[in-house]
């Protein structure tokens, strides 16, 4: 199955954010008690994370959800307006 518009932006947004604040993908999943692999199937767009495993990521990275999905909402609305 290809990856969904949605998920390529949620992960590139959770990379993004992660990189940002210098972290391994395995730091990240050590703070968050995921799965190092799920974290990178996230950020390849090929997971879609439920609302949990977005709040432990963003709870992790310190921003609240709502910033999170703004910021997604934003990529997602500039993309729409490239194709």
């Known amino acids: 199955m290809q990856p969904t518009k949605l998920d390529q932006i949620l992960g590139l947004e959770i990379q993004r954010r992660r990189i940002e604040k210098g972290w391994s993908q ?3 999943a050590e703070v968050t008690g995921l799965h190092r692999t799920y974290i990178s199937q996230l950020e390849r767009g090929l997971k879609s994370p ?3 495993v977005l709040s ?3 709870n992790a990275l310190d921003i609240t959800m709502g910033e999170f999905l703004r910021a997604v909402e934003e990529l997602l609305s500039a993309e729409g307006k490239r194709d």
Do not use: D, G
Request: aromatic letters at 12%; proline letters at 0%; a neutral charge.
């Open 26 to 28: 395995e730091y990240l």
């Open 56 to 58: 432990h990521i963003t």
């Open 50 to 52: 439920s609302v949990r």
